[in-house]
T-cell receptor, first 111, second 112 residues
Framework: NAGVTQTPKFRVLKTGQSMTLLCAQD?????MYWYRQDPGMGLRLIHY???????AKGEVPDGYNVSRLKKQNFLLGLESAAPSQTSVYFC??????????FGPGTRLTVT | GDSVTQMEGPVTLSEEAFLTINCTYT??????LFWYVQYPGEGLQLLLK?????DKGSNKGFEATYRKETTSFHLEKGSVQVSDSAVYFC???????????FGKGTRLSVIA
């Protein structure tokens, strides 16, 4: 099992550019999450999904969109990147009530 | 809403010292409680968990006891090693379906 994988690992964007971060899990988990991690702020939930075809907003959803067209994939989109979106992004997945598994992270810099 | 408060770091200890990282929570009902660890350049991984009051989670020499009366889940280790240097996150889940709520993390540095 690969667990939770994230693509890409690193990315540099210019302000206004768009991109999509891909998260994939091979554990058949229903729930998937996108977090951002900033120094001194801990982890903040951006969006999450409780099943294929469903998404919900987390604590800091503005400027991001997500899609869950397949159970194993959860995509995070930035339509028009801003320097405030410079961060490390983590994806996670779990069964209901179970342990949450995290991916290795994507380090995004917006200049 | 639910929240987790953990002691601010950084915490610097000498090898073989005793470690305590405090964590308190606010939640409705009876949440499950977790400690996650993040090593440099990696994602978070579960260290231990407890799902009901008075449960003790343990792993790799770390322990934490679910104290409902004090709404706490303090992380302890009797003798830390340099390899324990990492960021530690306390987290809770009020029900099986809700996203985990994380504390801000505590950075631990252990020096030889």
């Amino acid at each position: 099992n690969a667990g939770v994988t994230q693509t890409p690992k690193f990315r540099v964007l210019k302000t206004g550019q768009s991109m999509t971060l891909l998260c994939a899990q091979d554990m058949n988990h229903e729930y998937m999450y996108w977090y951002r991690q900033d120094p001194g702020m801990g982890l903040r939930l951006i969006h999450y999904s409780v099943g294929e075809g469903t998404t919900a907003k987390g604590e800091v959803p503005d400027g991001y969109n997500v899609s869950r067209l397949k159970k194993q994939n959860f995509l995070l989109g930035l339509e028009s990147a801003a320097p405030s979106q410079t961060s490390v992004y983590f994806c996670a997945s779990r069964f209901a009530g179970g342990e949450q598994y995290f991916g290795p992270g994507t380090r995004l810099t917006v200049t | 809403g639910d929240s987790v408060t953990q002691m601010e770091g950084p915490v610097t200890l000498s090898e073989e010292a005793f470690l305590t990282i405090n964590c308190t929570y606010t939640a409705t009902g009876y949440p499950s409680l977790f400690w996650y660890v993040q090593y440099p350049g990696e994602g978070l991984q579960l260290l231990l968990k407890a799902t009901k009051a008075d449960d003790k989670g343990s792993n790799k020499g770390f322990e934490a006891t679910y104290r409902k009366e004090t709404t706490s889940f303090h992380l302890e280790k009797g003798s830390v090693q340099v390899s324990d240097s990492a960021v530690y996150f306390c987290a809770l889940s009020s029900t099986g379906n809700t996203p985990l709520v994380f504390g801000k993390g505590t950075r631990l540095s252990v020096i030889a």
